[in-house]
């Protein structure tokens, strides 16, 4: 890959709002902020590896943020990501029951900046467990979905990526394709808390 | 929840009622908790579609920089000899991240060809997506048959060499494996377009023509015309043509 294009931090956010092919701006992320954000993790305790997964985490986190309107470009980019991936390490440590480290590390001088996080990052939990159904669709299912709620396409258009023989029959496969899913998610234990919350 | 009243709340998430039938739904949604529940449950499910559309972008770019990034926690107090073991540090790190590179280029350049290329990236055409007068034409339903040889008897015996059957025969030919033949086919195609007032299946025959010269192990003459499909953004093909690795191509112009 190509060290890519360089963006500033309006731009960066701008594209990552708007683009749906997201390569070039992901990859400015990792390029500007992965070694800086992989490190303050492995001082806090994490694997090499659970840093990159936690800084993979940070930049999903991030675009959803982003797309759902909610970054407010108070803090500089770099103290915003480090407080988004302090959170979702905080949540990794607090699942593994480490509390003695994170009283120690994490509780003490926590910033205004890492409180509004906790905000923002309120659905991460569920979003990240219920994406992992999407695994129980067949590939299929799961493409025609992504073109027609990611990648926004019409019917039409997706007939161009996958052998159906009109238009209808896309609409169909994609609605029993839905309602799979829709299934599944009402049968996920953290649906049914929500639901039984809700009541 | 029945699966009528499910697939009208879906026709309502991707607003596809009108604006009377959307006003039922939402007085619906006031009075029946069963309803909120599904409806609830299927934003849930198109947030977890696009939240993994965006997880497949960022795990693609993580897969291809992992050969080529090596972390290294920080001291979290650097009291003494900053400057010489910085240098030092600084040297190790740049002689792994150079064998990184190197090895995971060299892994790269070796595993990449047309051929691979092409096989990751064809997907045949659909004949549901031709534009024509006559829908039901001999030449259209050998080709839905995938009657590949019929394709292209009906093609080659056809009086008018319209540009579908040219298109549609240099496609029964992919198929077929017989490369050359439909580098041919495509090229006529494409030929015809350049006379005619009106082209028809220019963007299918450019696109299936770079496929063709990849499969035939052409990159060279590919390459060109993968790059224009990846410039102009009113391509028919220009999400397809955009979608193979940028690396992909680079090695290919190296090896080609």
Not at chain 1, 158 to 180: A, D, G, T, W
Request: net charge neutral.
């Amino acid at each position: 890959m190509k060290a890519g294009e360089f963006y500033s931090d309006e731009q960066l956010v701008a594209a990552l709002r708007e683009e749906q092919h997201l390569n070039k701006p992901i990859l400015f992320l990792y390029n500007q902020y992965l070694h800086q954000i992989s490190s303050f993790l492995i001082n806090y305790g994490a694997s090499e590896q659970e840093a990159q997964d936690v800084f993979q985490e940070t930049v999903v986190a991030f675009i959803d943020i982003i797309k759902r309107d909610r970054y407010k470009p108070e803090a500089k980019l770099a103290t915003f990501l480090t407080a988004v991936a302090k959170n979702i390490w905080f949540n990794e440590v607090k699942k593994k029951e480490r509390s003695q480290f994170r009283e120690k590390e994490f509780e003490k001088g926590r910033a205004q900046v890492e409180a509004d996080i906790s905000q923002l990052m309120g659905e991460r939990e569920m979003k990240t467990a219920l994406r992992n159904l999407l695994l129980q669709l067949d590939e299929r299912c799961r493409k025609i979905l992504t073109l027609f709620y990611y990648e926004e396409m019409s019917m039409k258009e997706i007939l161009q990526h996958l052998p159906y023989e009109n238009e209808q029959v896309v609409r169909n496969k994609k609605s029993k394709c839905l309602q799979h899913l829709t299934g599944l998610v009402k049968n996920h234990p953290l649906m049914a808390q929500r639901t039984k919350y809700k009541k | 929840m029945s699966s009528s009243k499910e697939e009208i709340l879906i026709d309502y998430l991707d607003n596809n009622l009108s604006p009377e039938d959307r006003e039922k739904v939402v007085t619906l949604l006031q009075t029946d908790e069963d309803a909120q529940q599904s409806l609830d449950a299927l934003q849930w499910s198109v947030a977890a579609i696009r939240e993994q559309a965006i997880v497949d972008q960022v795990q693609q770019v993580r897969a291809s920089l992992a050969s080529s990034a090596k972390i290294v926690a920080l001291p979290a107090n650097r009291s003494t000899g900053i400057v010489r073991s910085f240098t030092r540090n600084s040297m190790k790190v740049a002689a792994i991240l150079f064998l990184l590179v190197t090895a995971g280029g060299i892994i790269k350049y070796s595993t990449t060809s047309n051929t691979s290329v092409y096989m990751d990236n064809f997907s045949s055409f659909d004949i549901a997506t031709a534009r024509g007068n006559s829908s039901d034409d001999a030449v259209e339903l050998a080709y839905r048959k995938k009657d590949w040889k019929a394709v292209e008897d009906i093609a080659a015996a056809a009086n008018e060499k319209t540009a579908k059957n040219a298109f549609l025969a240099g496609m029964a030919a992919l198929e077929l494996k017989d490369y050359n033949q439909a580098i041919a086919s495509f090229s006529a195609v494409l030929q015809k377009n350049s006379r005619a007032t009106e082209a028809y299946y220019q963007d299918e025959a450019e696109y299936y023509l770079a496929m063709s010269y990849l499969a035939a192990n052409r990159g060279a003459a590919a390459l060109p015309i993968l790059q224009k499909i990846r410039a102009d953004k009113d391509h028919i093909f220009y999400k397809k043509a955009r979608a193979i690795s940028a690396l992909d191509l680079q090695v290919l112009s190296l090896k080609n």
